[in-house]
């Protein structure tokens, strides 16, 4: 194992510990987020890889899926932890835009996208997509922030010295446009997160 992984693994330890000094366990989060998107399989998106908390939770569960992100640089975090835990051979990264996807329609059976929606700068547009590339049977599990989770988030960042940037994306938004998509969304609040899971309405 080089020192690269290693030390990379160390900052995840580091990053999970401050979190739960603050009240917050992320691999609990994680976990509350795949519980409300049971039961899937199949062919699995998660959208925006970020430094690859939710990669890894899903990796250690046995999942083999494709992960993107907009951002090479931040997937590097993501696939040095895979490889501390020998889960390399189960992810296939891919960068790409949200808001343009390179894969065919109606390919996944579920998609994720975790702490995605306050990054973008059109929800209309990445839901557009990610509707497109979702099997009819499939669901879509997005989770965000909310106001809890938003000022941990800024907490943590200021004890590092950054600022949490925000764009206009917000759940409610989401929940609008994947309804007016014909689409049947539940909700699920925890402590930090909230999720939506949604699905085509078969008639």
């Not at 992320?26 to 998107?37: G, H, N």
């Not at 200021?158 to 014909?182: D, F, Q, S, W």
Request: aromatic letters at 10%; hydrophobic letters at 40%.
């Amino acid at each position: 194992m080089t020192k690269e992984v290693i030390e990379n693994h160390q900052r995840y330890l580091e990053r999970v510990a401050l979190y739960k000094q603050h009240g917050c366990d992320i691999e609990e989060d994680r976990s509350f987020i795949i519980e409300k998107a049971c039961p899937f399989s199949g062919n699995i998106l998660e959208a925006g890889t970020g430094k690859g908390y939710f990669t890894l939770a899903l990796a250690r569960l046995g999942f083999h899926f494709t992960s993107f992100d907009i951002s090479d640089a931040e997937q590097q975090y993501a696939k040095l932890n895979l490889a501390y835990y020998g889960l390399t051979s189960y992810v296939c990264f891919d960068v790409a835009n949200a808001e343009c996807l390179p894969y065919q329609d109606n390919l996944f059976e579920v998609i994720f996208a975790v702490n995605i929606v306050h990054h973008l700068p059109s929800v209309r547009k990445v839901c557009d997509e990610l509707s497109r590339v979702l099997s009819p049977t499939g669901k879509i599990v997005l989770s965000d922030f909310n106001a809890n989770g938003f000022a941990l988030v800024d907490k943590i960042h200021a004890l590092e010295g950054k600022r949490h940037e925000l764009n206009a994306g917000t759940l409610a938004e989401t929940k609008a446009v994947l309804t007016e998509y014909g689409m049947k969304v539940e909700e699920y609040h925890d402590t930090y997160q909230d999720v939506l899971v949604a699905r085509r309405i078969i008639l």
